[in-house]
C-alpha cells in the first residue's frame, strides 16, 4: 500500500520509522504480506524498544 511505500521511504531517509496499525483483519494481512517482502529489500522489523531504549 501507499503508506507502507512511505513507511519504507522514511526509514531509508531515517535510519528508522515507526508505524501503529489498526486491529483489523485486513490491516493484519497486508502487513504480514509487507513483513515478507522487507529482508529483499534490506528493511529489518524491530519492536519499537530496540530504538528507544526502553
Not at 531517509?13 to 504480506?33: C, H, K, N, T, W
Request: hydrophobic share 45%.
Amino acid at each position: 500500500t501507499d503508506a507502507l511505500a512511505q513507511l519504507e521511504k522514511l526509514a531509508r531517509e531515517q535510519g528508522f520509522a515507526a508505524a501503529v496499525i489498526r486491529p483489523y483483519p485486513l490491516s493484519y494481512q497486508l502487513v504480514q504480506e509487507w513483513i515478507a517482502t522487507l529482508p529483499e529489500k534490506g528493511i529489518v522489523l524491530a519492536p519499537l524498544s530496540a530504538q528507544t531504549g526502553y
